[in-house]
T-cell receptor, first 118, second 113 residues
Framework: GAVVSQHPSWVICKSGTSVKIECRSL??????MFWYRQFPKQSLMLMAT?????????EQGVEKDKFLINHASLTLSTLTVTSAHPEDSSFYIC??????????????FGDGTRLSIL | GESVGLHLPTLSVQEGDNSIINCAYS??????FIWYKQESGKGPQFIID?????DKRQGQRVTVLLNKTVKHLSLQIAATQPGDSAVYFC????????????FGSGTKLNVKP
């Protein structure tokens, strides 16, 4: 149980392109999902908290106009990197918890999306 | 807050030995902690968790120790196997923080056959 799927797993595109990454909870409903960014040999950096039916909450220093998050259903959140540039190249990972509103629940992670901007 | 490492420290152990991975967390209000394992090119995988009302918790071949006084967490892996080779992260959370977790800088475990 608690499977999170991300798509695509790998994408290469030209500078200036917008790229959409999908995160799905396959066997549970996730009112809240989380988006992380990870550079090589570094830790996961929380970018934003995605709330179903409302605006995402972004961590300090994360540009909300650059990283658009939509959470239209209880099983799907999307992250769109708008007008991507080489410095946006990274490994993006989403996660979800079984219950929301609570703290102290494990997050279950997708397998990430490797984004490379040429 | 979040903790991002500039590079990953590496722990090399012989197959069959016990491994101990350490983590210092930053927020004294944190009351829930998780150890995650991340293999190359994949997302983190839950290993074991512990709440602040405990100082030790055991799973299958793994034990987590929590020392709140010095804000220190450790993961012990018994009889380490080649399949344990990965990067290990601790993550912290506190009640009321909407289940947001902040990750430690990570340790790469290299198991030598």
């Amino acid at each position: 149980g608690a499977v999170v799927s991300q798509h695509p797993s790998w994408v290469i595109c030209k500078s200036g392109t917008s790229v959409k990454i999908e995160c799905r909870s396959l066997d549970f409903q996730a009112t809240t999902m989380f988006w992380y960014r990870q550079f090589p040999k570094q830790s996961l950096m929380l970018m934003a908290t995605s709330n179903e039916g409302s605006k995402a909450t972004y961590e300090q220093g994360v540009e909300k106009d650059k990283f658009l998050i939509n959470h239209a259903s209880l099983t799907l959140s999307t992250l769109t990197v708008t007008s991507a540039h080489p410095e946006d190249s990274s490994f993006y990972i989403c996660s979800a918890s079984l219950r929301t509103g609570d703290s102290n629940q494990p997050q279950h992670f997708g397998d990430g999306t490797r984004l490379s901007i040429l | 807050g979040e903790s991002v490492g500039l590079h990953l420290p590496t722990l090399s152990v012989q197959e069959g030995d016990n491994s101990i991975i350490n983590c210092a967390y930053s927020n004294s209000a944190s009351d829930y902690f998780i150890w995650y394992k991340q293999e190359s090119g994949k997302g983190p995988q839950f290993i074991i968790d512990i709440r602040s009302n405990m100082d030790k918790r055991q799973g299958q071949r793994v034990t987590v120790l929590l020392n709140k006084t010095v804000k220190h967490l450790s993961l012990q892996i018994a009889a380490t196997q080649p399949g344990d080779s990965a990067v290990y992260f601790c993550a912290e959370n506190y009640w009321g923080n909407f289940n947001k977790f902040y990750f430690g800088s990570g340790t790469k475990l290299n198991v030598k056959p």
